[in-house]
């Protein structure tokens, strides 16, 4: 007797634009927290960061020198110096004090007698920081949506922020077929890739795979493995018995057994168990399912530059196809499935269009960050 056949199955491969559409609709920013900026290191902002007094709160001395009244030194010259009732000598961004709005060099002033003069003139605010000129009152710093890197840090810190309000989303990535070295090495890429988008990633026990699809802790969850119609493939029918899915097949080279659903209001995507395609798949979906989660409007860094070779793709099909870029130029490396060997060499990806049959060498094309 004849077991039924019950392998996962592609109905038909969902063009990615139709999936990119269907993740925007569902995935939501997660709930923003309170953090310390310390804390906030590569997260991403939830709101605006507002400065609501000015920086500097009052004039700073730029240099170090003497602090001066500008119009007492005008007619200033080392054959006629002028007379100046007091002066006050002041480091490199300490307040200037009284009625100063001026600092001279130390060689501006000569101190005879117990007395100051001026031995050049000094222009009004010449080697000072005005009220506000760092920052103006109102000024909207770094908007929401912002990754906080070690400048935005540094740029807070400045104007006296001391917490701000973040994103931090909680991925959980599950290996569909543990002890598989190939899927090991997949979810240590793709978990950094997430911590560099402002993520949190922890990789899940190894329990069952319906266990680590419910774990409610996760604000997502990546499944790598487990997505194909091999006798031990049970990624998509374990999503759908406990959640819903949405698609499974996409119209993406590599990648094409990706799948997405949900498991009550958590995104879950699960990726092939092919190192190439996991990480097409990441590329392409996983970072954009981050940033919604995370809020962010930042874009991934771009550049573009020249291919020496012609490169064709299958009309029908969107293809990330991987290069080599040194200088101006961009060498492709592999399309359809790539080797191990072709990854080795790649520093970037570019993307062609399911409608387009490719590019013809010496094609300007832009280059998409890696991996």
């Known amino acids: 007797m004849v077991e039924p056949d019950r392998r996962q199955r592609i109905a038909r491969l969902t063009p990615l634009a139709d999936v990119l559409a269907r993740l925007d609709a569902l995935v939501r920013p ?11 290191l590569g997260q991403t902002l939830a709101e605006d960061v507002i400065i609501h007094a000015p920086v500097p709160a009052t004039a700073l001395a730029l240099r170090d020198g003497w602090a001066v009244s500008s119009d007492l030194t005008t007619d200033a010259s080392a054959y006629a110096p002028a007379p100046l009732p007091s002066v006050v000598w002041v480091d490199v961004g300490q307040p200037l004090p009284g009625d100063a709005d001026a600092v001279a060099p130390i060689d501006g002033v000569v101190i ?20 506000g000129a760092d920052v103006a009152r109102g000024t909207t710093l770094l908007p929401a949506g912002r990754r906080l890197g070690r400048i935005e840090i ?7 922020v001391a917490e701000t309000r973040v994103r931090a989303p909680r991925l959980h990535l599950v290996h569909a077929s543990p002890g598989d070295a190939v899927i090991d090495a997949a979810i240590a890429c793709i978990a950094d890739a997430i911590a560099s988008q402002g993520g949190l990633a922890a990789i899940a026990a190894r329990h069952s795979l319906a266990d680590a699809l419910a774990e409610t802790s996760a604000d997502a969850v990546v499944v790598v493995g487990g997505t194909g119609s091999g006798k031990n493939d049970t990624t998509v029918h374990t999503l759908a018995s406990i959640g819903e899915l949405l698609v499974h097949g996409i ?16 995104p879950v ?12 798949a990441w590329h392409m979906l996983g970072r954009v399912m981050l ?19 012609k490169v064709s793709s299958p009309v029908g099909l969107s293809e990330l196809v991987p290069v080599r870029c040194e200088g101006p130029c961009a060498t492709p490396i592999a399309s359809g ?7 080795a060499q790649a520093n970037g990806w570019i993307f062609i269009k399911p409608d387009s049959e490719g590019y013809p060498a010496q094609s300007e094309v832009v280059i998409r960050p890696w991996p």
């Not at 990706?258 to 958590?266: M, S």
């Not at 499935?337 to 990854?343: E, G, M, Q, R």
């Open 291 to 309: 940033a919604r989660l995370a809020g962010s409007r930042d874009a991934p860094p771009m550049r573009t530059a020249k291919l020496t070779h």
């Open 154 to 160: 540094a740029l807070l810190a400045a104007a006296g």
């Open 251 to 266: 119209g993406l080279l590599p990648g094409e057994t990706t799948a997405f659903g949900t498991v009550g209001t958590r």
């Open 337 to 343: 499935y790539v080797p191990l060997a072709a990854l």
């Open 30 to 40: 997660v709930a923003p927290r309170t953090a310390e900026l310390a804390a906030a």
């Open 112 to 131: 005879r007698d117990g007395a100051a003069q001026a031995l050049a003139p000094v222009g009004p605010g010449e080697g000072a920081l005005p009220t």
């Open 269 to 280: 995507l699960a990726l092939p168990g092919r190192l190439d395609a996991a990480l097409a």
